[in-house]
């Protein structure tokens, strides 16, 4: 089955640093990658879509150039924590969205997500 | 734009019993709908999903059903196990936008 890899796991940093996350869609091309945070016992909060070759769209209230998305190819796309704070510790995951395929849209799948940790 | 509830926010059920979770939605252009499982410290797996052209769907132990003129859908789990307690949450969506997700519902199998 579809299968989408999130690395790393676990990060913790000091704040300041910049951490990069990757989120790879294993066996299947992704055109639509979505990045979420996730506080502890709430649901996902969508932050931003990720399109192949263009710039991502980004949720009200989540600022661009702190959480900057790269999706350069259709099986890899990166969310970038620029200077990170501890506020900004939380559980962040990607999802991809499996081609429209004969018409019909079809599933997204999660990464197992990414515990980040400033200290 | 969509709006996703989620009952009830903690359910526990004895072994072998079924559990029942509700999902209320808001947005009747809505066509697509499904349940993600989460375990602790993991992604939400896709477990079962209901398109608006179908009233019910069965996957062995599970089952979603929709009732789209109340705008309401819900997740059936018959014979539970241990391995069921997780965070269960709905979504819904429209062709191809983005997912609106329930607040979540974490389930307890009670040995």
């Known amino acids: 089955g579809a299968v989408v890899s999130q690395h790393p796991s676990w990060v913790i940093c000091k704040s300041g640093t910049s951490v990069k996350i990757e989120c790879r869609s294993l066996d299947f091309q992704a055109t639509t990658m979505f990045w979420y945070r996730q506080f502890p016992k709430q649901s996902l909060m969508l932050m931003a879509t990720s399109n192949e070759g263009s710039k991502a769209t980004y949720e009200q209230g989540v600022e661009k150039d702190k959480f900057l998305i790269n999706h350069a190819s259709l099986t890899l796309s990166t969310l970038t924590v620029t200077s990170a704070h501890p506020e900004d510790s939380s559980f962040y995951i990607c999802?991809?969205?499996?081609?429209?395929?004969?018409?019909?849209?079809?599933?997204?799948?999660f990464g197992d997500g990414t515990r980040l940790s400033i200290l | 734009g969509e709006n996703v509830e989620q009952h009830p926010s903690t359910l526990s059920v004895q072994e072998g019993d079924s559990a029942v979770i509700k999902c209320t939605y808001s947005?009747?252009?809505?066509?697509?709908f499904p349940w993600y499982k989460q375990e602790l410290g993991k992604g939400p797996q896709l477990i079962i999903d209901i398109r608006s052209n179908v009233g019910e769907k069965k996957d062995q132990r599970i089952a979603v059903t929709l009732n789209k003129t109340a705008k309401h859908f819900s997740l059936h789990i018959t014979e539970t196990q241990p391995e069921d307690s997780a965070v269960y949450f709905c979504a819904a969506r429209f062709g191809n936008e983005k997912l609106t997700f329930g607040t979540g519902t974490r389930l307890t199998i009670i040995p």
């Open positions: 947005d009747s252009a809505s066509n697509y």
């Open positions: 999802s991809a969205r499996i081609p429209r395929t004969g018409g019909v849209n079809q599933p997204q799948h």
